[in-house]
């Protein structure tokens, strides 16, 4: 059974740090691209970064007060494990964040919610100003 298992999120004064995780079983982790999306309310889920399963490339969000430069995404694959380090958080930065995994994501499709395969349940950010 496959499952993506989000924990990390809270309740952040703006300006701090969060560390997201995104715990993977019931697949071959180390050949699934994993992404993170986020939802606020009202809004789309949008693509916040990925990293490829081969040579381990990252890449994030390059929207209008983009998450490029504050977050990184890192995995270990030892741990079946992907990580979202959360840096200089905003209350724009408040939402729902999932981890979505699929093996055929491409530079050219991680950015759409409907290539993903398997997704976890989110866990709640919450930036306060």
């Known amino acids: 059974q496959v499952q993506l298992v989000e924990s990390g999120g809270g309740l952040v004064q703006a300006g701090g740090s969060l560390r997201l995780s995104c715990a993977a079983s019931?697949?071959?982790?180390?050949?699934?691209?994993i992404s993170w999306f986020r939802q606020a309310p009202g809004k789309e889920r949008e693509f916040v970064a990925a990293?490829?399963?081969?040579?381990?490339?990252?890449?994030?969000?390059d929207s209008v007060d983009s998450v490029k430069g504050r977050f990184t995404i890192s995995r270990d694959n030892t741990k079946n494990t992907v990580y979202l380090e959360m840096h200089s958080l905003k209350p724009e930065d408040t939402a729902v964040y999932y981890c979505?995994?699929?093996?055929?994501?491409?530079?050219?499709?991680?950015?759409?919610?409907?290539?993903?395969?398997?997704w976890g349940q989110g866990t709640q950010v919450t930036v306060s100003s």
């Open positions: 979505a995994a699929d093996k055929t994501i491409t530079r050219a499709t991680m950015r759409r919610v409907y290539e993903y395969d398997y």
């Open positions: 019931g697949f071959t982790f180390s050949t699934y691209t």
């Open positions: 990293i490829m399963w081969l040579g381990g490339n990252t890449y994030y969000a």
